[in-house]
Every structure is written in C-alpha cells, then in structure tokens.
C-alpha cells in the first residue's frame, strides 16, 4: 500500500469514522419494570409501576442509558391557556392505571416510565387539548462530554410512520440555577418518522389540566385510545457538536420556531420565534411525548475514533512495506 493511498484513506475515516447515522428510528427496546404498591389520584387507582427503558436499539446500533437530566424547566407563554395534557397506561383491570400519578408535569416527562407521557405538547389553544408550552429544558448540572458515542433520544406516542414533528437544541452553557444560558444549532425533525414502534399498540387515558405544571386536579378524564410508541435517535452530529465539547443538555420545541440563533432560542416570550398559534397537528406541535425525557444514551460498544483507525491503518502499511522490503532482499 502507497503512502498516498494511506494518505487518502485515512483522510476519508477522519471526515467519517466515530460519526454515528443521523436521526435513525429506534427499532426495538430493552425495558424493566419496577413494581410499587397501588394508591388512589383523582379518582382512578394507579398500580404505581415503572416501565423504565434501559437500552435500545437502531438499524446499526445498541443503545444504553448513562445518565438523568438534573433539571426540567416547563417554557410557557403568557398568551394561550395556562393547560397542560397527559396520557396514563391502563392496566386492563377495569378504569385502573398501570403508571405513577405524577403531581408536576415536568417530573413527569422525565420519569423514565414509558406508562405515561405528555400530550399534544406543543399545541397552542384555548381548547382543553391544548395550552402554552413553547420550550421545554433538560439540562445536567455537572454537564456532559460528547463522545463518539454520545446521543439523546425522542419516544413519541403514535402509529407507525405517522409521528409527530418536533426540534431540538443542544444547551451549551447554564446558570447556577441549571437555566439554559446558551443553545447549540437548532434540528428540526419533520413529521412522519417512525417506520416502526417497538413498543406496540396499548390503551391509555386522557388527562386534562388547567393549573399550568399542576396535575393534581384533572378538569377532563373521560377520553381513551391505543397506540404504541416509537423513537427516534440524535447523535452528536445532528446537533452539530464536536467530540470533547462539554454540554448541559438540550431542550425541545415544536417545528415552527423560528430562531436562527442562541439568543432568539433563548427568548421562548417572544412570539416571533415562538409562534403562540401552534396546531396539535402531526406537521405542528401534537407531538406526545413518553416521559423517556432527559436521559443521555451511549452506543455500545463505542464506535473507534479518527484517531485509533488512522493509526491501525498506517501500522498496516508499515507492515506491508516491511515485508516488501525483505521479499526485495
């Protein structure tokens, strides 16, 4: 092998190698299910059980959990109403829930209990379906380094092919208070990911509040469905990050943000850059969250960096030439 052609292959890894597949659709998940003890909320019984994702797995790669957000902050405007909607699992046994009853919307997304989640989160309204959330901010106190490896996760409640649109930053610094100071480039994710829903079809209950974060008094319970779940990978590519960056999480939005840069993303007041006539549309912001929200995932294992391939590359040419150069003698 030529010097030269060590040369360009090795120019071709550095642009490609410890770079994983842009949004790919999750395919299949590893869950446990951590057991609790039955109570009573808002009239319905909650078995209290966790169904918590412990890895997960795309077309090219595994997935596992390394770490949780410290922090949620729930963005709203001052125009719409002051709602907010949330799914729970029904256990089968009557008008029981298989999930936890959750008192602030916020822990919720966050929980790791794919029993219950947001709905129609982004939408804008007057309706009880809808309300006034623009951004919604997970963040890590101790901050997070990017890897090779390195990604964050979406799981939205829908049919197949057919899952809602959404974006996303990086958050890039913070403040004392782990409030979001600085954000990455914007992704927008467009509707109708999702070929396949690896956890299927199940029936859940509609919850409806009017008290902003508070779950704790449901205006509306009456409403029932079955879908399944499907997810959706970001890597450190997507958002434009670089390998070594330190973050502190990310924070997600509906499509139709206008924000071109950190400052505007960082005013969610400004109906500009955050439209407060959002649709519960799948194109707009009807994405209905699980609450798998807040987690850093890690391939395993790591894919190679630039560097240990360009280095097993030019070993293997060195190689080559030494034994050329004992043939030739």
């Known amino acids: 092998m030529s010097l030269r052609r060590v040369l360009l292959v090795s120019a071709l890894l550095c642009a490609t190698a410890g770079i994983l597949p842009a949004t790919q659709d999750v395919t299949t998940m590893t869950t446990t299910v951590v057991a609790g003890s039955p109570s009573s909320a808002e009239g ?40 907010s909607s949330v799914w729970y699992t029904t256990s089968g046994v009557g008008t029981d829930l298989s999930g936890m009853h959750y008192n602030d919307y916020g822990q919720m997304l966050k929980s790791n209990n794919l029993y219950g989640g947001s709905d129609n989160t982004f939408a804008n309204g007057t309706l009880n379906t809808t309300g006034n959330i623009e951004r919604i901010d997970f963040t890590w106190n101790s901050g997070l380094t990017v890897t090779n490896a390195f990604a964050f996760a979406v799981f939205d409640r829908g049919a197949v092919n057919v899952h809602d649109s ?12 782990g409030n979001p100071t600085a954000f990455g480039a914007l992704l927008k994710v467009a509707a109708g990911w999702g070929a396949t829903n690896p ?54 939005m509906a499509q139709d943000v206008t924000a071109t840069n950190s400052a505007e993303l960082l005013d969610w007041t400004n109906s500009t850059f955050y439209p407060t006539t959002t649709d519960g549309n799948t ?14 995932f890690a391939a395993v294992p790591e ?23 004992v043939s030739r003698s």
Request: charged letters at 10%; a neutral charge; hydrophobic letters at 45%.
């Open 199 to 252: 956890l299927a079809d199940f029936n859940y209950r509609f919850f409806r509040y009017a008290n902003g974060d508070n779950l704790t008094a449901t205006t509306d319970s009456t409403a029932t469905a079955t879908q399944g779940i499907g997810g959706i990978v970001i890597t450190a590519a997507d958002l434009g990050l670089t390998l070594g960056q330190t973050i502190y999480g990310y924070a997600l």
């Open 283 to 296: 194109g707009g912001g009807g994405i209905d969250l699980a609450a798998i929200n807040g987690i850093a």
């Open 166 to 177: 959404f974006a996303i930053a990086a958050v890039t610094a913070i403040d004392a208070s």
């Open 44 to 83: 319905y019984t909650y078995n209290n059980d966790q169904l918590q994702v412990t890895s997960f797995g795309t077309a090219t790669s595994t997935y596992a959990v390394t770490s949780g957000a410290d922090n949620v902050f729930i963005r709203r405007n001052a125009v719409n109403n002051n709602q």
């Open 303 to 325: 894919p190679a960096s630039n560097a240990a391939l360009i280095a097993i590359i030019l070993l293997a040419a060195w190689s080559c030439r030494k034994r050329k150069a």
